[in-house]
């Protein structure tokens, strides 16, 4: 528990003494019930489409990650499950540091970074939802609300306003994010490691979204799409353990959440 209370998953509400899961903790660890809850965030739903060496249109998509039933539709499995799927559109050169061969590059680095953004500057109070996206040719990250800062500023780095501070410092803790700027240098780093042009950021209204899209490949590629898969993708798994012992699905028993506190997020400050 004293673990929860650091990640800020769980706290005290200094005014009454009521002790409770925040509703970040719910939306990162909690089991979609509980998520969907009143009290929590009956809208929710977080939304992975893949689209793959496919010609025909009516597939609309050949893999989907969503809310099915089939397993506890939280962030934290959300990022997990879809990181597994992203990488594998990576190539993963042979590399050794320290004698040690290096199962991550760069540009695995920018995925995660882009994935943890999409996540913690999702607007909760906007129209719409997480929704990831695979192609041959791009990955596409949309969350919906507007920049908090300027693109100029966006690419610059260095200024970091976060929109769900709570569940940054949960991937933070977890050691899945930085603190400092959005992680978007990493982003641009990894893409140019590869010799891929720079991703792009644009804002889309009504409803409103933030779209970050990374292009697979060069300007003109002339690769064909991949009938199976290159690379069976390194499998980050899903390192629960250290929250002493096995994965956390918290169950609704919240004493306070963001409607209560006026929040979005249960953000405790």
Known sequence: MDFLKKLGAYATEYETGKEGFTLAGIL????????TNNSGDPMYFVDYRETLATDNPDIRWTHRIYPDGLWEANLYQFYIRVYNRLI?????PFMMKDGIRQEETPAHDAV??????????????????????RTDQHLIFRNPGMMLV????????????CRNPILQKMFMRLGRAEKAGSG????????????????TVTEETRPDYVVLTMQLG????????D???RQAGFEERANL???HGSQILIGYSATFGAKEQGEPYGCLY
């Not at 594998?88 to 993963?92: A, F, H, I, K």
């Not at 995660?112 to 913690?120: D, K, L, M, V």
């Not at 060069?218 to 799409?225: G, L, W």
Request: hydrophobic share 35%; glycine share 8%; aromatic share 8%.
């Open 150 to 161: 300027s693109q100029q500023q966006y690419f610059e780095g260095g200024r970091s306003i």
């Open 218 to 225: 060069q300007e003109n590629p002339t690769r064909k799409p």
């Open 28 to 35: 990162m660890f909690g089991k979609y019930d509980s998520i």
């Open 241 to 243: 353990e250290i929250l």
């Open 227 to 229: 009938k199976k898969t």
């Open 88 to 92: 594998q559109s990576l190539p993963r």
């Open 112 to 133: 995660r970074e882009a994935i943890i953004n999409c996540i913690i500057h999702n607007d909760v109070n906007a129209m719409g939802h997480i929704v990831v996206e």
């Open 184 to 199: 978007v240098d990493k982003i641009v780093s990894g893409w140019q490691s590869l010799g891929w042009p720079v991703p």
